[in-house]
């Protein structure tokens, strides 16, 4: 069973275009996360939740809105896409309390042309 | 956050035991040291964590320098499935909330050779 999901895999659209990210965790954690990778592989935090309440968001421009529907989900949505988007996103989660591994998803490389 | 220093890259052989450094001369008293690798087009993975005692774990072990200043993590025989990029982070301890995000810098980039 994956612990933390993320779909879709791939995505692949134009500038100026509205996309959501989808992010799941099935391991009970309180805590969810967004990275951005770049393309020199820079892994930076965008934004933590703690039980579905916004707890970072690290100068993100306000294109990007994290929404926690639960604790399980975090999700990601871009309006507006511009060149610069161009990147992987990882999500992650962890439990706040007991451990601080973050356990991080397979990534959604966004492609914007 | 207190910086880490890690070698841009390291080689070793298939079978040998990896020592990967990490320096972290301004680590403060409280501070946890992590470990994470991240394998080719694949999301960041948890390895290890100390805090002044060294720790063994399945994948690898964690040698702490007695200032605490650096640390090592040693892959006791690395097999061409350890060929990642290994970051060394400082994490603070737990203060309530707990959601803090990892501070990732270049790592070290593992190239192991069969």
């Known amino acids: 069973d994956t612990a933390v999901s993320q779909t879709p895999k791939y995505l692949v659209t134009q500038m100026g275009n509205d996309k959501s990210i989808k992010c799941e965790q099935n391991?009970?954690?309180?805590?969810m996360y967004w990275y951005k990778q770049d393309s020199k592989k820079f892994l930076k935090i965008m934004f933590s939740?703690?039980?579905?309440?916004?707890?970072i968001n690290e100068t993100v421009p306000n294109r990007f809105s994290p929404k926690s529907p639960d604790k399980a989900h975090l999700n990601l949505h871009i309006n507006s896409l511009e060149l610069g988007d161009s990147a992987v996103y990882f999500c992650?989660?962890?439990?706040?309390?007991?451990?601080?591994?973050?356990?991080f998803g397979p990534g959604t490389r966004l492609t914007v042309t | 956050d207190a910086k880490t220093t890690q070698p841009n890259s390291m080689e070793s052989n298939e079978e040998e035991p990896v020592h990967l450094p990490c320096n972290h001369s301004t680590i403060s008293g409280t501070d946890y040291i992590h470990w994470y690798r991240q394998l080719p087009s694949q999301g960041p993975e948890y390895v290890i964590h100390?805090?002044?005692s060294n720790v063994n774990n399945r994948m690898a072990s964690l040698a702490i320098a007695e200032d605490r200043k650096s640390s090592t993590l040693i892959l006791h025989r690395a097999t061409l499935r350890d060929a990642a990029v290994y970051y060394c982070i400082l994490r603070a301890p737990y203060s309530g909330g707990g959601a803090d995000g990892l501070t990732f810098g270049k790592g070290t980039h593992l190239i192991i050779q069969p």
């Open positions: 939740y703690n039980n579905k309440e916004l707890i």
């Open positions: 992650a989660s962890s439990h706040s309390t007991i451990s601080y591994e973050q356990y």
């Open positions: 391991l009970g954690h309180d805590t």
């Open positions: 100390g805090l002044t």
